[in-house]
Structures are given as structure tokens and as C-alpha cells.
């Protein structure tokens, strides 16, 4: 029973992990970089979630709604002031930026509500599922739904209307995309706006579990939510999901089975292993660049 509650576990934050994970994975895949931002906008839409419902007294649903416009509007600022200057710059000038902007939004978290965490009391009341001897919470289920739900969405999206088919053109070649009439800046920027609307998701799920607010909330699981990105083959939406829930499972049993302080080690350890065998991750391709 401790083992399938630990399964439990593992695919509860794992469902949060590819959520974020979803996000890094569409704007390498399209726009060929890294958004180490990515999991700054988790805090923002957690200490926005917080705003809405603590100090604005919103009802639950429409500070949902709120929190996801104010992430979407962020992430396309973002794009349009620090990274679309960039678009023909080198690598690691996008990198730099990138990292440039995730301590930016901390340091304004930080001036606003400053460094002692702020309780928050989650607004997710489901009763919890007793299968036997097992005790599913709800905030699990929740969790469970809703990210299986935005996965279809999204793969839906992406695969059956004219702007999935867009990104996929985008994501093969920029050039050619353009030359058949796509817009290829605004394809990216609904690219940037559909992942920071996930983070968002993903923020509102994570505080539920972790009822905490501080400016760095989103600095860990960004990072994991990368991994599980690269593990599950970056670029790829599907490998973003199973690395999510691969990476929560993994996290999950070490801590349980193994040592709390070794978990982190060991995920990474599996991580360059996989990527030793298999460097494009489970489910990415190898793509052979014409030079």
C-alpha cells in the first residue's frame, strides 16, 4: 500500500512538472530557446492567485481566470521586449537575457512582498477518494484532471487547428514557413502565451500542495520541469509529459525508498544516464542540421 501511495505521489507532482515542463519544451521546439524565465512565471501566478483571492476577494473561479490572463499577457511581453531582439543573436546572449529575466522577476517579487513566506490557504475543497486502504487527496485528483485535460487540449490544438499547424511548420523550418505566408513572430508569441498559461496552471496546482508563497516558489520546480524536458526529449510535447511523470515517480520513491537529501541527486544521476544511452531523451529525434 505505501508503494502505490507513493505511486501516487510521484504522479501528482509529476502532473505539475509536465505541465511546466510543456511550456520550456514549445518554445525550444519553435523558437529554438531556452526560457529559464519559465518557472519565475509560476511564482507570478501564485502571488497573483493570492492578490486576487486574499486582498481583491474574488470568487475562486474568476481569480483562476485573472491569474491565467495576467501569466499569458506576461509571457508575451516577455517574448516581445527580451527575447524578439534577440531572434538572430548567439546562443548564449538569448541565455544570458533569459537568465537576466528570471532574476529581474524575482528582485520586483522580492521589493513587493518581501522575503518572509506568505501563508495561503488553498481554495481546492474535494473530499478525498478511499480506494480499500488506499486515500487518494483531493488536491490529487484535481491535479490528475486537469492536467490530463490541458494535455489533450493541447495536443488537439496543436495537431488539428491552423495555428498547431503553424507552430509544427515554425518548429521544422522558420524560412520556409514565412516564404508559405506564416507569421512567424506571432506564431511564436501564441507559443509563449499557451506555455505561460500552463505555468500558470501549474503554479495555482502547486501552491494547493505547498500553501507557501516566497519569491523563489518557482526557481526548483522550473529547474526539475526542465530536466524532465530534456529526459523526455526536448522539443517534443509528448516527452515533455512522460518526463514529468517519469521525474515525479522517480523523486517520489527515492525519497521514500532510498534517502530525502539523495532524491534531487538521484533524478539528476538518472538523468545524465539516459542521456548518456539516448542523448535527443526518450521520445526526442535525432535532426541532422544542414550547414
Do not use: W
Not at 512565471?41 to 501564485?46: L, N, Q, S, T, Y
Not at 488536491?139 to 490541458?150: A, D, E, G
Not at 508559405?180 to 505561460?196: D, H, K, P
Not at 523563489?216 to 523526455?232: D, E, H, M, N, R
Amino acid at each position: 500500500m505505501e508503494f502505490v501511495e507513493q505511486l501516487i505521489n510521484g504522479l501528482r507532482s509529476g502532473s505539475i512538472f509536465a505541465l511546466i515542463a510543456i511550456g520550456y519544451t514549445m518554445v525550444y521546439g519553435i523558437a529554438k530557446m531556452i526560457n529559464f524565465a519559465h518557472g519565475d512565471i509560476i511564482m507570478v501566478g501564485a502571488y497573483s492567485l493570492y492578490i486576487f483571492i486574499e486582498k481583491l476577494s474574488l470568487p475562486p473561479v474568476v481569480a483562476v481566470i485573472f491569474t491565467m490572463l495576467v501569466c499569458t499577457i506576461l509571457g508575451i511581453t516577455i517574448e516581445k521586449v527580451a527575447y524578439k531582439p534577440l531572434r538572430k543573436a548567439p546562443s548564449l546572449a538569448v541565455l544570458i537575457t533569459a537568465i537576466g529575466v528570471s532574476y529581474l522577476l524575482q528582485s520586483v517579487a522580492l521589493l513587493i512582498f518581501k522575503a518572509t513566506p506568505i501563508p495561503f490557504s488553498t481554495f481546492i475543497e474535494v473530499p478525498a477518494l478511499h480506494i480499500g486502504k488506499i486515500t487518494i487527496s483531493g488536491i490529487t485528483i484535481v491535479t490528475f484532471i486537469v492536467t490530463t485535460v490541458c494535455m489533450i487540449l493541447l495536443t488537439l490544438f496543436v495537431k488539428y487547428t491552423k495555428i498547431g499547424s503553424a507552430m509544427r511548420a515554425v518548429s521544422e523550418d522558420k524560412q520556409a514557413a514565412q516564404l508559405m505566408g506564416i507569421n512567424v513572430n506571432r506564431t511564436i508569441s501564441i507559443t509563449f502565451a499557451i506555455g505561460s498559461m500552463l505555468a500558470a496552471i501549474a503554479g495555482i496546482l502547486f501552491i494547493s500542495q505547498y500553501p507557501s508563497l516566497r519569491p523563489t516558489l518557482g526557481t526548483l520546480p522550473g529547474i526539475k520541469a526542465f530536466v524532465a524536458a530534456v529526459f523526455g526529449g526536448i522539443g517534443s510535447i509528448p516527452g515533455a509529459m512522460l518526463g514529468g511523470l517519469l521525474l515525479g515517480v522517480i523523486e517520489s520513491l527515492s525519497k521514500a525508498y532510498i534517502s530525502t537529501e539523495l532524491a534531487d541527486a538521484i533524478v539528476f544521476g538518472i538523468l545524465v544516464l539516459v542521456l548518456l544511452i539516448k542523448p535527443s531523451g526518450l521520445l526526442g529525434k535525432n535532426r541532422i542540421e544542414k550547414v
